[in-house]
């Protein structure tokens, strides 16, 4: 779909999505770089792809379809050959009550097209627009399981003519071994993974996916293969393919259904083999809002409090995997203006910010983290994040940087708010700068989100109810009554029912004296979800907000048990009672928050 620059400049302004200065900028970048006005639109995050879509489906009077390409049915798919769906850039996705064959397609304007859709399908068809990204998913539905493409390209003869000793030319782009990375690293993206293990065995190479936190068996391949896919892995990361004793990293890029992937490698040496994982990160994503990352009430005021100030220092939590890095990535994506300068250093980058200037850590190169903020503070930045404060050094510099005028982020390992603090301390950060730098701290995991479609309501026994109340403290937070307030503002807030379906309202009882429903994953799960009943995840949080108390208590040298009872006593939510009222509204299960927080 090639929407004319005029036109994609008017609707930008017609549906208010597009600052004056914003089109100004847009303009601007359209004559330096000779790009599309909609390409630069989109990749600056002025609006989104399918926001795009539905503002020219409405001035063209086409409907706009949001494809779901896993609950097309394959006979209708196959209605249009895959080599016509292809070249025409059209899918048949449903066939309605009248016979007419419902054809969605990228651009609508193609008379060529459907006249030749007419031709093949025949005259009662129906026209839908919908975005390049949702029309490549539906495309995707002519293949076949990960096991069944691995197939067509591995044959015994391609592995008998493996040899033992690889090199370059027996992993060539069109070689088995070469299209099988592509089919691992394809699943692994359309199956929403954020990561890939190669892992040796004794017999056979075994493929795995963690998808939503959990660790997936996908498919077993020849144990012939290995040293042929990790070798190709390596040259696509531009590692070295005759090193096999050493661990090693990498990254290299992929497109896949029109979208940027970057994919992390590293490689180690085990027992079997050398085992291979691949990080994948979407560098098409747009970042989420707080809201969207699961923030609400008073844990998304503090935030968006502390991070427009001036100065000062905001602090992020948790272990890895918690998805520290997807919120800072959403913290500075917002503050991220033409008239501020963001700097980082980090190892490794995961996410790309346009405009920011981002800093790779290389010690082999002397490039530290204690170097980099160094030099970061000669380069006049407004914003600064660092990756991580692993060391006194490191925290000190960063403190320093707080209180010299900048807006300092950054990531600890520890787990809750309050620990924090303490771990500032043995850093060898003095408390009065800690108590006069750090603005917020926010502790976070991640939870799996139920799937909307198949999730099941059931109302807990009284032994059950009594178990959660003991669990969750619920008494010491204020009891069920608090909860049931926590809960309505959490709805006014968007957390939950506004945009799902089958979504909750009222999951406490009308008396506010006890939990009369809550939620669970469906057995078997549907199609929509893959047959897990979860899709997807959604952060839980606490944000301690350093207020006047807290910092006395900070100068005073109180434990960390005691500046969390006060943070507590002061509105903060506990993140498992965060989690608790996301299982109330539906979100995620009781299962799911106890399994990532930990335990009194």
């Known amino acids: 779909m090639r929407i004319p620059d005029s036109l994609v400049e008017q609707l930008l302004k017609d549906s208010g999505t597009c600052t004056d200065e914003q089109?100004?900028?847009?303009?601007?970048?359209?004559?330096?770089?000779?790009?599309?006005?909609?390409?630069?639109?989109?990749?600056?995050?002025?609006?989104?792809?399918?926001?795009?879509?539905?503002?020219?489906?409405?001035?063209?009077?086409?409907?706009?379809?949001?494809?779901?390409?896993?609950?097309?049915?394959?006979?209708?798919?196959?209605?249009?050959?895959?080599?016509?769906?292809?070249?025409?850039?059209?899918?048949?996705?449903?066939?309605?009550?009248?016979?007419?064959?419902?054809?969605?397609?990228?651009?609508?304007?193609?008379?060529?097209?459907?006249?030749?859709?007419?031709?093949?399908?025949?005259?009662?068809?129906k026209v839908s627009i919908t975005t390049a990204s949702l029309l490549q998913a539906a495309l995707d539905q002519y293949r076949g399981n990960i096991s069944s493409e691995l197939t067509k390209v591995i044959t015994?003869?391609?592995?008998?003519?493996?040899?033992?000793?690889?090199?370059?030319?027996?992993?060539?782009?069109?070689?088995?071994?070469?299209?099988?990375?592509?089919?691992?690293?394809?699943?692994?993206?359309?199956?929403?993974?954020?990561?890939?293990?190669?892992?040796?065995?004794?017999?056979?190479?075994?493929?795995?996916?963690?998808?939503?936190?959990?660790?997936?068996?996908?498919?077993?391949?020849?144990?012939?293969?290995?040293?042929?896919?990790?070798?190709?892995?390596?040259?696509?990361?531009?590692?070295?393919?005759?090193?096999?004793?050493a661990p090693q990293d990498g990254r290299f890029k992929v497109e896949v259904s029109g979208l940027i992937y970057a994919l992390r490698v590293s490689t180690l040496p085990i027992l079997d083999g050398e085992k291979v994982v691949m990080r994948i990160l979407n560098e098409s994503t747009k970042p989420a809002d707080f809201t969207e990352l699961g923030f609400w009430g008073g844990a998304l005021t503090d935030l968006r409090q502390a991070i427009i100030q001036p100065h000062g220092m905001v602090l992020v939590t948790g272990p890895t995997g918690s998805g520290k890095s997807t919120t800072l990535f959403s913290v500075l994506?917002?503050?991220?203006?033409?008239?501020?300068?963001?700097?980082?250093?980090?190892?490794?980058?995961?996410?790309?910010?346009?405009?920011?200037?981002?800093?790779?850590?290389?010690?082999?190169?002397?490039?530290?983290?204690?170097?980099?903020?160094?030099?970061l503070l000669r380069q006049d930045p407004n914003i600064i994040m660092v990756g991580e404060v692993r060391d006194g050094e490191t925290a000190d510099l960063a403190v320093q940087a707080a209180l010299t005028g900048h807006l300092v982020f950054s990531t600890l390992h520890t787990n809750n708010a309050a620990t924090c603090l303490p771990r500032l301390l043995d850093m060898g950060v003095e408390p009065f700068l800690i108590a006069s730098t750090v603005r917020v701290i926010v502790a976070q995991r991640l939870v799996r989100r139920l799937c909307v479609d198949c999730r099941e309501s059931f109302a807990p026994d009284a032994t059950y109810a009594k178990h959660l109340e003991d669990t969750f403290h619920i008494h010491k937070n204020g009891g069920i009554k608090k909860l049931h307030e926590l809960e309505t503002t959490a709805l006014k807030d968007g957390i939950g029912a506004a945009s799902d379906k089958k979504g909750p309202t009222n999951e406490l009882g009308t008396s506010a004296t006890e939990i009369t429903r809550l939620w669970k994953a469906h057995e078997t799960g549907c199609d929509r979800c893959n047959h897990t009943g979860y899709k997807g995840r959604i952060g839980i949080y606490e944000v301690l907000n350093n207020n006047s108390e807290v910092q006395q208590m900070i100068v005073g040298a109180k434990t960390s048990e005691v500046i969390e009872q006060a943070a507590i006593d002061g509105g903060m939510l506990t993140m498992q009672l965060d989690g608790l009222v996301k299982a109330l509204r539906g979100q995620t299960t009781i299962e799911e928050v106890l399994r990532v927080t930990v335990q009194e």
């Open 156 to 245: 015994d003869d391609d592995l008998a003519d493996i040899p033992d000793e690889v090199n370059e030319n027996d992993i060539a782009e069109d070689s088995p071994v070469a299209q099988t990375v592509n089919i691992i690293i394809e699943y692994g993206v359309k199956s929403g993974a954020s990561d890939v293990h190669i892992e040796p065995r004794e017999d056979f190479v075994v493929v795995r996916y963690r998808i939503d936190g959990l660790l997936r068996e996908a498919n077993k391949l020849p144990r012939k293969m290995l040293g042929s896919l990790v070798s190709r892995i390596k040259i696509l990361s531009n590692l070295k393919i005759d090193e096999h004793r």
């Open 333 to 375: 994506s917002t503050l991220n203006t033409p008239n501020v300068n963001i700097s980082t250093v980090e190892d490794p980058i995961e996410y790309h910010i346009v405009g920011a200037n981002q800093v790779q850590v290389n010690p082999i190169a002397g490039m530290t983290f204690v170097n980099g903020l160094r030099a």
């Open 23 to 125: 089109l100004k900028t847009l303009r601007e970048q359209e004559g330096t770089e000779k790009k599309a006005m909609q390409d630069l639109a989109i990749n600056n995050n002025v609006i989104t792809e399918k926001e795009l879509t539905k503002l020219y489906a409405a001035e063209i009077d086409v409907p706009f379809v949001e494809l779901n390409a896993r609950e097309i049915e394959h006979d209708i798919l196959k209605q249009l050959p895959e080599r016509i769906a292809r070249q025409y850039n059209a899918v048949v996705f449903e066939i309605d009550e009248t016979g007419a064959k419902q054809v969605a397609m990228q651009d609508p304007d193609d008379i060529q097209a459907l006249n030749f859709l007419q031709k093949q399908l025949g005259a009662n068809i």
